[in-house]
Every structure is written in structure tokens, then in C-alpha cells.
């Protein structure tokens, strides 16, 4: 499927951040809204389905179908520029500065909050007919897991807020090997199954993503869930989204761009082994 060499998509992956830094601040909104939107409609696609069928692999399996859209539409996810920009200043494109990154990691957050806690306020009116009916068993079940993972984290203390932390760590590693994985290929079926894969396993072992939180949670507050807004920022997003900068930085870009575009000199054979090899008795 016009498979690409690591050398060959580590540079894309600079290209990649360095277009997104000079990207309009029009633009980059529009982007960040339109993969937070999307990324929260297969969330809840995902739920659906693990309620409705009880099978929560199931919904693992299918939740990809959202990140595979908003990648192939050109849409911009936080865990995404986490990783690629700080790789075009190291590569120091020309004023490629920290500030520009920072700016960029603002807008793509409002961004992808915005469309995230807009669906949620949308899918919330459609599950309850407009606030005049209960939610049923996924609204019950999205509060359930907001509840979880804030006052279930927030009871370890220290020890809760760093395992969320690992976790945001361990999801962005995964999702921003879909990001790269996309790129080793030019063809939609070759970009969609090196995607698919590394998404649906952070979804289905339950690693902590920011921007699917960013609507998990606000529409758990909405359909009642038992935490507060502070709960939510302090005992998620904020280490969530921390945990998705290491982690995706850490063990995805700066490995990635080490060793296949700041590669150090090839290892070579000494002189004098190379002329002994010559030597040897065939």
C-alpha cells in the first residue's frame, strides 16, 4: 500500500508541525473544533454500542471510524500537535519560536473543547427529548464513568492523579502512532488500518485521551452525574492532558525524529578488520 521508510515519514512528520504553527488562527480554530466535534460524535458511537450490545470490545473496535474522519479531513486533535510541533523547532525551521507552539497548543484546546462540549450539549438533548426525559441507560452510563474517573481517582489522592497522568501518557503514545502510522502510506486503506489499530487499543483499555474527555465529562455533568466541574479539570484534563504531552512526545516524536532525521553516523568497520575480512580463505 506504497508503504513509506521511517526516514521518509519522520520528515513529514516535521513538515507536518511546522504547517500546522503557521496555520491562520481562523483556520486552526475551524480545524480543532471540527476533530473535537467528531471525535465526541464516535465516543458516544462507541458507548452506544457497548451498552446497547454489552460488548465493550465491539465498541473498541468501531471507535476508530471517528479518528480515521477527522485525520483524512484534514481536522486537528490536541494529542496530535503535541507531538508534531515541537519537532519543527527542534528541526529549527526557520521562526519556528516556543511561543508559536504554545499558541498553537491554545487555539487547537479551545478549538477541540468547543466542538467536543458542543456535541455534548447536542447529543444531551437528543437523548432526554429536549431535558423533558431521562437520559436511559448510556446518559447513566457516561455519568457513571465521569463519576469514576475524577472522585475515583480524586480517593487515591497523589497516587489517583499520577495513574492518570501514566494513563494520558500510555493513550497519546498509541494515538500518536496512529497520527504518524497515517503517514506511511498514500493510499486511504493503507493510512486507515495504520490508524485503526494503535486507537482502538487506547480506547479499549480505557487510556485517558483529553479530548474525548472534553466531551465525556461535560455531558456526564449534564445528564447528572455526581462530580463537579473543578473535579473534572483537576482529577482529569489537566493531568490528562499533561500525561498526553509526555507520552506522545516522548515515545513517539522524539524517538522517531533521533533516530530517522538527527541520526548519528552510520557505525563502520575499522580499517583493518575490513582489509583482514578480504583476506579470509573463501
Partial sequence: ??????????????????????????????????????LALAAVFAITIAVQTGIFLLGAVLF??????????????????FVLTPLAWLAQRPGVTPKQILRNWGLVFLGNFGGALTVA?????????????????????????????TLGYAEHGVAGWFTIFIRGMLCNWMVSLGVVGAMISTHVSGKVLAMWMPIMLFFFMGFEHSVVNMFLFPFGLIMGGEFS??????????????????????????????????????????????????????
Fill in 229 to 282: 466541574v473543578m473535579d473534572y479539570f483537576i482529577w482529569n484534563e489537566i493531568p490528562t492532558a499533561l500525561g498526553n504531552l509526555v507520552g506522545g512526545l516522548a515515545f513517539t516524536g522524539l524517538t522517531l525524529y533521533t533516530t530517522h532525521v538527527k541520526t548519528l553516523p552510520k557505525r563502520t568497520i575499522p580499517v583493518d578488520k575490513a582489509a583482514a575480512s578480504q583476506t579470509l580463505p573463501v
Fill in 64 to 81: 476508530p471510524v471517528g479518528f480515521c474522519m477527522l485525520y483524512l479531513m484534514g481536522f486537528d486533535l490536541l494529542t496530535g500537535v
Fill in 1 to 38: 500500500m506504497a508503504y513509506l521508510l521511517p526516514a521518509e515519514f519522520a520528515t513529514k512528520m516535521v513538515d507536518a508541525g511546522e504547517a500546522k504553527i503557521y496555520m491562520s488562527t481562523r483556520d486552526t480554530l475551524i480545524r480543532a473544533f471540527m476533530a473535537g466535534a467528531i
Fill in 121 to 149: 450539549f447536542m447529543m444531551s438533548f437528543v437523548f432526554t427529548m429536549g431535558y423533558n426525559v431521562d437520559g436511559g441507560a448510556i446518559a447513566t452510563k457516561v455519568a457513571s464513568i465521569g463519576e469514576a474517573r
